[in-house]
């Protein structure tokens, strides 16, 4: 099974910019479909965005399109997840995920209910 750590959370302003990295270990990270999620305190575990084990596809939630970009470097094993003009309401752990070689739709459709495996989450706080 494929273990991930995810890092680069923070405290910033509303506007501002970060950027998460998730490294994996323990498994070829090509083999898998990688996404991002998140939880605010009192709220279920929701969908970010994905990324195709090529990293050719990508996929967002619409509170996020335009503002966060997925992207992975397979030579690095390691998911990023860029996000800028942060808002007060982005606040929450951030957890990367791992699907193992799912076809892209069924990423897409079924989002949280194809990752089998989770980091332990990294803490983005956005000060208004």
């Known amino acids: 099974q494929v273990q991930l750590v995810e890092s680069g959370g923070g405290l910033v302003q509303a506007g501002g910019s970060l950027r998460l990295s998730c490294a994996a270990s323990g498994r070829t990270f090509t083999t898998y479909n990688m996404g991002w999620f998140r939880q605010a305190p009192g709220k279920e575990r929701e969908f970010v965005a994905a990324?195709?084990?090529?990293?050719?596809?990508?996929h967002y939630a619409d509170s996020v399109k335009g503002r966060f970009t997925i992207s992975r470097d397979n030579a690095k094993n390691t998911v990023y997840l860029q996000m800028n003009s942060l808002k007060p309401e982005d606040t929450a752990v951030y957890f990367c995920?791992?699907?193992?070689?799912?076809?892209?739709?069924?990423?897409?459709?079924?989002?949280?209910?194809?990752?089998?495996?989770w980091g332990q989450g990294t803490q983005v706080t956005v000060s208004s």
């Open positions: 995920a791992a699907n193992e070689g799912a076809p892209w739709t069924v990423v897409v459709s079924q989002k949280i209910r194809a990752f089998g495996s």
């Open positions: 990324v195709s084990r090529s990293g050719v596809s990508t």
